[in-house]
């Protein structure tokens, strides 16, 4: 999502797909829903340059597209 908060862009990827992506994009803020695995991406993530700001499940359920959670 933009400043605006229209969304930029909406992929779904695959794990193996993940780097190479965001590789590929300059530095951004990334928000990811706090997982057991979202530390790790985070940690993976802010070496490619962006900054990752982990959120609480119950406040990601208004980002998720199909809201079946």
Same mark, same amino acid.
């Given at each position: 999502?933009?400043?605006q !908060?229209?969304? $930029? +862009? ?5 794990? @193996?797909e $993940?780097?190479? #992506? #965001? @590789?590929?994009k300059?530095? +951004?803020?990334?928000?990811? !829903?706090? +997982?057991?695995?979202?530390? %790790?991406? =985070?940690? !993976?993530?802010g070496? =490619?340059g ?5 959120? =609480?499940p119950q406040? $990601?359920?208004? %980002? ?5 959670r």
């Open positions: 999502m933009d400043r !908060e229209r969304v $930029v +862009c909406r992929r779904q990827l695959r794990r @193996a $993940v780097l190479k #992506f #965001f @590789a590929q300059a530095p +951004c803020l990334i928000g990811m !829903e706090a +997982c057991s695995s979202s530390h %790790y991406w =985070a940690r !993976e993530l070496k =490619a962006h900054t990752v700001r982990l959120i =609480a406040f $990601v359920k208004p %980002y998720v597209k199909s809201q079946h």
